[in-house]
């Protein structure tokens, strides 16, 4: 197991965006980006084209709108998450106009290029639920409410202090689970926001330190994976 700390070099500032970028790198082939995002109040990212990019939008604090080009509107926040599918291409902006907003964002590569772009949100009236994780995103097969084009599954859980849970695991599957906010100690290991946990295979249990919020993904090893992406194949 190695623990990637939040460094200073993966710290970009624009303007209204603070962006903690980290790549997974090799093990973890088809996730190619993991996005930690903080938008002041007004922030906005115009219009821009993806293809090739599944694209999972997670916000732990405050709100998000996400607009698509025919001028449709999805209001994310703590409760409602998003995946877009840019497939053969799709275009659309994102802003933070109510509040500063807390989001992550990963870019995975899929199995195959191409296909129609489909953009699926999951609403649930609960929000995170404590010491117990929850499946929102994984291949059409599993039976996550939201669908990746790719052998990945993405877990979250609100890991209350002194609570200590097991993470889950699928046989050829590389972990790597990031921490939004908190503090947890995993093994000898102990990560706090911003780093992040990841093994070739499953992951030590995680006990908090602090109340911390997590996202977990598990990521099929040997999953073919195209480069094709505007974000995840660079």
């Not at 409602?80 to 275009?91: E, N, Q, T």
């Not at 499946?135 to 059409?140: E, I, S």
Request: glycine share 8%; with cysteine; aromatic share 6%.
């Amino acid at each position: 197991m190695n623990l990637i700390k939040a460094q200073r070099d993966q710290l970009f500032e624009y303007g209204p965006f603070t962006v903690r970028r980290q790549r997974p790198g090799e093990a973890l082939g088809p996730l190619a980006i993991v996005d930690q995002m903080t938008l002041k109040t007004g922030a906005t990212i115009p219009l821009q084209q993806h293809q090739d990019d599944e694209i999972f939008s997670y916000v732990w604090r405050g709100s998000v709108r996400h607009e698509q080009e025919n001028g449709a509107e999805i209001m994310l926040n703590s409760k409602r998450m998003l995946v877009v599918s840019a497939g053969d291409g799709v275009r659309y902006a994102e802003s933070a106009p109510l509040i500063e907003t807390a989001l992550l964002q990963a870019y995975i590569r899929p199995q195959h290029s191409g296909g129609a772009a489909a953009v699926h949100s999951w609403h649930r009236a609960e929000g995170v639920a404590p010491d117990h994780w929850t499946l929102l995103a994984g291949p059409q097969a599993s039976a996550a409410p939201l669908t990746l084009r790719q052998q990945v599954c993405i877990y979250d859980v609100k890991l209350t202090r002194g609570a200590q849970l097991s993470v889950p695991h699928l046989p050829g599957y590389a972990s790597w689970l990031t921490v939004l906010e908190g503090v947890v100690r995993s093994g000898e290991l102990r990560a706090q926001a911003g780093d992040a946990l990841c093994d070739s295979a499953a992951l030590p249990p995680v006990s908090g330190e602090r109340d911390a919020t997590l996202v977990l993904f598990l990521v099929r090893q040997d999953a073919p994976a195209v480069m094709s992406g505007t974000v995840s194949g660079s």
